[in-house]
């Protein structure tokens, strides 16, 4: 492990000068939800999602990116092709804003500079933080859910269960493919899990309460707890006390689209590379 340490230091102070330059960009494309409602249709539950970049590629083969990401997570029960699913009828919106700092490996060297190594593939991983804010849709009105408390946080008969936090950190993955079209400007490809902390990004997790106890957070919360009704017609007093999430998994997120970007260069990486250039092409 120590040996490695030393290896990546020893890379960026042997780095050609030339390869050092910050790289800002865009990417346009979608984010889409994994978690407890409508599950394990991830790229059904896709809405369009808008990101900003700055990346310091301190070597050929290690890049440091902050990012910005901005969009929409939603997914519907009513979507699934599971009955049980579509009638247990749980939806849920939320506006997501997402910084994040991810250190990206190049699997091959990206000197854009350079012939021959102006393409490259990446893996990375970083952290991020992130804030969202559920809410569904109910007599033709936008509720948000986390002040509600749909499954009696609050409540003294459930100690365990507290209102959560709307911003909440990330693990993001990713990979891409980047490529440089000649002198500054880059376009790729960007896919990235990010594995959450909270079962909530939803507003569902654990099980039914009981209306006569969840009444006293509202009847909003009674209301938006258990929606099945609405959906079969049929009462649903036999879904109380039972799952209404899997709390067992944590709910997440994909991001992934198009990515455009400008690289600044500074003008002794110029001045070097024209005086190598000179020196070479003098004895031609």
Known sequence: MRFLILAFITSFLVNPIHAQFVEIGGLGGAVSF???????????????????????????????RAGFQHGTLEAKDTDSQKKEIRERN?????????????QEI??????????????SPYIGVGVSLFWFNPTTLYDGKW???????????????YPRQKHYKLFQPAIPIVLGLKYNLGGRINIGLDIGYRFTFTDYIDDVSTIYVPPKELAANGELAVALSNRTEEYTGLPSEDRIGTRRGNSNNTDGYLVWGVTVSFNLYGKRPYKEEKKRQYQINKWL
Do not use: C
């Open 143 to 157: 509720i948000e859910l986390q002040p509600l408390g749909t499954e009696g946080q609050g409540l003294e008969q």
């Open 106 to 119: 190049n699997l091959a060297p990206f000197i854009p500079q350079k012939k021959g190594q102006s393409f």
């Open 90 to 102: 749980l939806s849920f919106r939320s506006k997501i804003t997402e910084v994040s700092l991810i």
């Open 34 to 64: 994994n978690g407890d409602v409508h599950p394990s249709a991830i790229f059904i539950n896709t809405r369009f999602s808008i990101g900003a970049m700055v990346r310091y590629h301190a070597h050929p083969h290690f890049t440091i």
